[in-house]
């Protein structure tokens, strides 16, 4: 062994020592604590064993008493059940709450627990949101409620929210008895109060007069549109003034009517704003007042009147139409006929007043054989039916057999209906046939023409002419042909004529845009000495005809005939400027000597013998007769000048005639004649000129003087007859050649017959003039051998000649 391995050895013996001696104690401390650790572990069972009896006996105890509680807790349930109610409880904030119970069917609340806390899917909305608001201040601030509510259902519950044992619940019961009813009520009059706001919310936004008075009749509640009606500052304004929107006729006459009916609907006039307006007024009374709106229909009147106008007057329209009209409704019925249908198909007025529907008329114009003879009446019906289905109007053609052919046209309503309309083309087809017959006959005709005449378009270009044309200007057939502008038919027209006034103003008639195209006509005398009147005339369709007349000839005579008549009238002025001058220079010189035979027959003047006074007689009878052709000469030639005037005034018939008669009372006495009246009672008095009357009978009764037999009977009479005066003279005398009747109205005209001698043959002339100024007639009569009659007519009422009377023409002038 080596010495550092004893060394080694010898170190480490203390150390081994130390090591057995430290195991020594260990062993005897780990025997210490292990019989520690038994008896610890025998105390501790024993203490378990005690702690398990105990524990045994607690659970024992909680067993009982768990049993207890969860019999307790279902007799609550069963409890809670049986009385239909249910219970929310809240535990811990946040938490989802416990539900116990439930409510019966009439609720109609949701069985699943999500559905029943979803409130408004089974409340009324505004009592889930009172529910929700109520719930949240209860769990919050523990605030109780008590709620009615309203099931979507329409049934009743309540809800009790309240604090117990520091967390909330809310208890659901079914409501009954009186709480049910209380709920019932309260919930009716939530939706009264809730509809009249709505309602008064409406009323006020309505455009109409809105009014509420209480049982004494003031007015309690208007809305906007009544105050603005009444020029009020407010609602407040219109109660404390009593300012009525209606006026005292009308109040009274919704009293008037209420007698009848509580509800009231007049149309009454009010004055809105100074402005008069049309109103339909509908006011109802109740236990409890009035209630009244006003309904402006101002424009709607106004639109009706004028719509019923325009019905009335396209139905007066319609009605004067020659085409027939007849509308039938969507029911098939007759609405509307005119005359033109009535009288075309021959039917009954009372028939058609009947609304016959369409069947029926059919029927009747098929037994009144005018509709088209038929193989299939009921196919024909059906064909003719379609059209109330149409889209489109449908055109028939009928063909009827008493010759007619109608055009029938049935034109569908939008609304549905068919108007007919029926026109009668049997004249319009008959036209044509003769139109074109006509068109023939022209052609060949203005072939044939000896007048040129020709046809410019209106694009100014040759359209048609004739061969008479073409030879009268010598022209080209082949250039015609081309139809050439009216400005190169009027080149080639200027070398036989070049006019060229005369061809501008041919071109301007043709070729003119003026609105109104006037005819044109004028004379042309060309180089060669043939004269032609032309004539440009507008035709409809804005082409122009133009005609050349040849008139050389009748010209030739015209300018000998015009010569001839510039003699004669130059020869009448002369005669009846002879007849004046003569007459007026006869007036003075005859004046002098009636004037101075008078103061010779005077015996002032100094003494006559008889041979002396009979020729100063017949001076003056000679004087007097001569006068008399004076004045006539110049009452003729008053007439002729058209100045004679009618002294228009009231006359006595009967007076006038007697005066008339007075001036031929000695000629009658003369002729030893017998005159006979027959004046009519009711002869009364006329309008007319008194003065000519008396003058017209004067020359008819002296006419009749004398050509009357010696001893014969002169006849003068007066009538009324068809508002007409009827003045007759009559004679026996030699009577008038029925030859010379024509003539005796002529001035001048006079007649010797036997020992007859007639006068200047002025009488019966002036009697013409006279009668016929006064716008009346004469009729002559007469019969040789046995007397004349003459009849004059005159109005009662003859013009009123303020003016200048212009000259009757007479006969044989």
């Known amino acids: 062994m080596s010495t550092t391995a004893l060394g080694l050895l010898a170190s480490t013996a203390p150390v081994l020592a130390a090591a057995e001696e430290a195991l020594a104690t260990h062993q005897i401390v780990l025997t210490s604590s292990m019989i520690g650790v038994v008896c610890v572990a025998a105390a501790s069972a024993v203490g378990m064993m005690r702690q398990r009896a105990r524990a045994e006996a607690t659970i024992i105890r909680l067993s009982a008493d768990n049993a207890g509680l969860k019999a307790q807790a279902e007799r609550a349930e069963a409890l809670l059940d049986g009385e239909d109610q249910l219970i929310l409880a809240w535990s811990q904030p946040g938490e989802p709450p416990l539900i116990l119970g439930s409510l019966g069917p009439a609720a109609g609340a949701p069985k699943a627990r999500a559905e029943f806390l979803a409130f408004g899917a089974w409340l009324e909305p505004t009592c889930a949101a009172d529910l929700d608001r109520d719930t949240e201040a209860l769990r919050e601030r523990g605030t109780p409620f008590d709620l009615e509510l309203a099931t979507r259902s329409g049934t009743f519950i309540s809800a009790t929210g309240r604090i117990a044992g520091g967390r909330p619940f809310v208890r659901f019961a079914d409501l009954t008895g009186e709480r049910l009813r209380h709920a019932e009520l309260t919930e009716r009059h939530r939706r009264l109060i809730g509809d009249v706001e709505a309602t008064r919310a409406l009323f006020e936004a309505m455009p109409m007069p809105v009014w509420l008075r209480g049982l004494d009749g003031s007015l309690g509640w208007v809305n906007r549109a009544y105050t603005e009606a009444v020029d009020a500052r407010d609602a407040g304004q219109v109660r404390d003034q009593a300012l009525e929107l209606l006026d005292t006729a009308g109040r009274k006459a919704i009293r008037q009517a209420r007698e009848t009916a509580l509800a009231v609907d007049l149309r009454l006039p009010v004055v809105v704003s100074g402005r008069r307006r049309t109103y339909d007024v509908v006011d109802v009374a109740s236990a409890h007042g009035e209630a009244g709106i006003a309904i402006d229909v101002t424009d709607l009147e106004q639109t009706q009147a004028e719509l019923r106008r325009t019905i009335d007057f396209h139905a007066r329209t319609l009605d004067q139409l020659a085409t027939a009209v007849a509308i039938f409704g969507a029911d098939k019925r007759l609405q509307f006929y005119n005359a033109a249908f009535r009288g075309l198909f021959g039917l009954d007025a009372v028939f058609l007043e009947s609304s016959p529907d369409d069947g029926t008329v059919l029927d009747q114009m098929r037994a009144a054989r005018k509709l088209p003879e038929q193989a299939d009446w009921r196919s024909f019906k059906r064909d003719l039916h379609a059209a109330y289905q149409a889209l489109e109007a449908k055109e028939h053609w009928w063909h009827l057999p008493d010759g007619q052919t109608l055009r029938v046209i049935a034109n569908p309503h939008p609304q549905g209906g068919v108007t007919y309309i029926y026109e009668n083309v049997t004249e319009k087809l008959e036209l044509e046939k003769r139109h074109n017959a006509v068109v023939r006959v022209q052609g060949e005709t203005l072939d044939h023409l000896s007048e040129g005449v020709v046809v410019f378009g209106s694009d100014g270009r040759l359209r048609l002419w004739n061969p008479a044309f073409v030879s009268l200007w010598r022209l080209d057939e082949k250039t015609l042909g081309l139809k050439p502008h009216i400005t190169d038919v009027v080149e080639r027209l200027a070398f036989v004529h070049d006019d060229r006034a005369t061809w501008n103003r041919l071109k301007l008639a043709v070729t003119g845009l003026a609105d109104n195209r006037d005819r044109l006509s004028g004379t042309m005398e060309r180089r060669d000495g043939t004269v032609l009147e032309y004539s440009a005339v507008p035709l409809p369709d804005g082409a122009t005809l133009v005609t050349f007349v040849n008139v050389t000839d009748t010209v030739n005579v015209e300018r000998a005939l015009v010569e001839k008549n510039e003699a004669l009238e130059e020869a009448d002025h ?82 006038t005639v007697a005066a008339a008669i007075e001036g031929v009372k000695d000629r009658l006495a003369a002729n030893h004649l017998t005159l006979a009246t027959d004046i009519a009672p009711d ?12 003058q017209v009978l004067f020359n008819l009764l002296s006419n009749a003087v004398s050509f009357s037999m010696e001893g014969g009977t002169v006849t003068a009479a007066a009538r009324r007859d068809d508002e007409a005066l009827v003045l007759t003279v009559a004679d026996e005398g030699v009577g008038i050649p029925e030859e010379q009747l024509k003539s005796v109205f002529e001035r001048f005209y006079t007649r010797r017959q036997g020992p007859h001698r007639g006068g200047a043959g002025l009488g019966l002339s002036i009697v013409k003039s006279f009668v016929e100024l006064h716008g009346g007639t004469v009729e002559i009569a007469s019969h040789e051998g046995r007397g004349t009659t003459v009849i004059c007519r005159l109005p009662l009422r003859a013009a009123d000649t303020g003016e200048d009377v212009a000259a009757v023409p007479l006969a044989g002038e």
């Open 574 to 655: 002369i005669k009846t400027d002879f007849v004046g001058l003569v007459s007026y220079e006869l007036r003075s010189p005859l004046t002098n000597i009636v004037g101075f035979t008078h103061l010779l027959a005077d015996p002032r003047t100094g003494p006559l013998n008889d041979k002396q006074r009979d020729y100063t007689g017949h001076i003056m009878s000679s004087s007097q007769a001569l006068m008399a052709i004076v004045d006539d000469i110049l009452d003729l030639a008053t007439i002729d000048a058209g100045i004679m005037r009618l002294q228009v005034g009231d006359v006595d018939v009967a007076a």
């Open 683 to 694: 002869i009364g008095h006329v309008v007319a000129d008194e003065k000519r009357i008396r």
